[in-house]
Structure formats: structure tokens, C-alpha cells
């Protein structure tokens, strides 16, 4: 007797696994299904113009600025001419690389217009602390410096692109003292870090250890140690003295980063080109 209850519940047992196998999971798909249909569900998903989230690497980053700013023709210190900037569609865009005005402005996840001038002296101070800029020189206010935001875009593949501030000493500073005081840079809309800038130094050249200097910022900005960049071309630099560096780039590609310096007016700079 008690052989057969065995039996009968092993058959019970048997026929339910049966049932739920066919039956379960076409109960479970339609009760998952009165959860969706009919209602409205919101998803964030970043648009196709939105391509700044997209994680690039510190090389990458540094690499795809350096290919806009030689593509554009840009004011960087009073060296050089000073062209008014172009403002351009992102529809418009031509060419494999393009700089250009960022009209929207920040977009929640980067350095506002508020922050950045904070943003740029605290970067400032690591920079000095670092030893890579003398301690004379001077804190960036709001009344004497205009910052503006630009995205350097990979035309081809626009969400390869970099969003930086333009921090420039105002020209509305007509016989501002300039001495020890940053000129120009290009700093990184996400996290601050500086780029490229041009500052009044009481150095000399023959003070600068640029090797030093090229060491102490890669490891400020992220970077593999670069390798020495020679060339015959005496005509790279409107100076005489400077040093450049090569650093990896995008595949085959690399970024040369320059250190020099403007005798006369004491402007030492560091920037970055293809």
C-alpha cells in the first residue's frame, strides 16, 4: 500500500513537471507583458550629437586637439595674429577635423562659465606645486580673462570629440600688466586639467629644464612618458628655443607637445600640434 502512494505521487509529480513545462513559460511571458503594454516607460539615451560621453583615452583626447587647433587658424599669444574666431554649425562641419564655438554651452557634465575661472587657478596652483610653472605667477580673475567653450570634433566619427575652455587674458585690458600672468590656455571641459598655456615667467630659458618639466606634466595630465621629437626644420618655431616631445597618438598617429619660449617678452609656453 504505501508502495503505491510512492508511485502515485512520483506520477503526480511527473504530470506537474509536464504541465509547467508547456504551460509556464507562456504564463510567465504574459504576465511580464501586462507590465509593458500600455504603459509609457522613459530611457535616457544620448543623442547623436552627444558624443563628448563617449570615453576617450588621455592620448586620444590629446591627439584630436592637437588636430583642431592646426586645423583652424586661432590667436595664441601676441606672437601670433589675432583672427576672430568662427562660430559654425555641427551640420556644417567639413573636413576631417573642426574646432569650433560650442553655442549650446555646458551640458550638465562639464566645467560651467561660473566655475571655470575657479577651475583654472586651482589647476594653476597644481601646476606651480608641481613645479612645472614658477610659483610668481599671478591668479586668474573673472573681470580680466574671457573664456570661451569649444568642441574639437572628429568630422568622420563626431563622437570622438573633446570639449575645452579658452581662457585668454582680455583684450579689453588695454596696458594691463602682464607680467607673471597666464595669457592663453586650453583647458579640459571635463576635469580641468590644462592642455597647452602661455604664461609671463621671470625665468630665462637657460633656467628651464624642459625635460623635467615634459616628465612632471605627463604624469599631471595622465600620459605615457613621451620620446624625443628631432627635426632639421629650423622654421617649426617663430623662437629659437624650444624642445619637442612626441607622444602616442590615435593608431599609427602621435601628438608632438612643444616647450619653448619667447625671449624679449619672457613667455614661456607649452602646446600641443599634429
Known amino acids: 500500500m504505501k508502495k503505491q502512494i510512492i508511485n502515485l505521487l512520483l506520477l503526480c509529480f511527473a504530470l506537474l513537471v509536464v504541465v509547467l513545462s508547456i504551460w509556464g513559460p507562456e504564463a510567465l511571458a504574459v504576465y511580464k507583458d501586462r507590465g509593458v503594454i500600455g504603459q509609457i516607460h522613459v530611457q535616457e539615451e544620448e543623442g547623436e550629437n552627444e558624443g563628448y560621453r ?9 591627439f584630436i586637439l592637437s588636430q583642431c587647433l592646426n586645423s583652424q587658424i586661432l590667436p595664441e599669444s601676441e606672437q601670433s595674429a589675432l583672427i576672430r574666431d568662427t562660430e559654425m554649425d555641427y551640420q556644417d562641419l567639413t573636413g576631417t577635423y573642426a574646432f569650433v564655438v560650442n553655442r549650446k554651452g555646458p551640458s550638465g557634465k562639464e566645467i560651467t562659465d561660473k566655475e571655470i575661472y575657479e577651475t583654472c587657478d586651482r589647476q594653476l596652483q597644481e601646476l606651480k606645486e608641481l613645479g612645472i610653472l614658477p610659483g610668481e605667477i ?80 605627463s604624469a599631471y595630465m595622465g600620459l605615457e612618458a613621451p620620446g624625443e621629437y628631432e627635426t632639421d626644420n629650423p622654421l617649426l618655431e617663430t623662437t629659437p628655443y624650444y624642445k619637442k616631445y612626441a607622444f602616442a597618438g590615435m593608431g599609427e598617429d602621435r601628438t608632438i607637445v612643444t616647450i619653448g619660449f619667447y625671449e624679449g617678452i619672457n613667455e614661456l609656453f607649452l602646446k600641443i600640434s599634429k
Do not use: C, H
Not at 54 to 62: A, D, G, I
Not at 150 to 162: C, K, L, M, Q
Open 138 to 217: 599671478r591668479q586668474v580673475q573673472a573681470s580680466a580673462y574671457d573664456a570661451t567653450l569649444y568642441s574639437a570634433i572628429d568630422v568622420p566619427e563626431p563622437r570622438n570629440n573633446v570639449a575645452v575652455w579658452k581662457m585668454s587674458l582680455s583684450n579689453s585690458q588695454k596696458n594691463a600688466n602682464k607680467e607673471n600672468r597666464l595669457i592663453d590656455a586650453y583647458i579640459d571641459a571635463d576635469d580641468g586639467k590644462i592642455y597647452e598655456f602661455y604664461v609671463r615667467t621671470p625665468l630665462k630659458w637657460e633656467e628651464i629644464d624642459t625635460d623635467r618639466m615634459i616628465e612632471r606634466w
Open 54 to 62: 563617449y570615453r576617450l583615452s588621455r592620448n586620444e583626447k590629446l
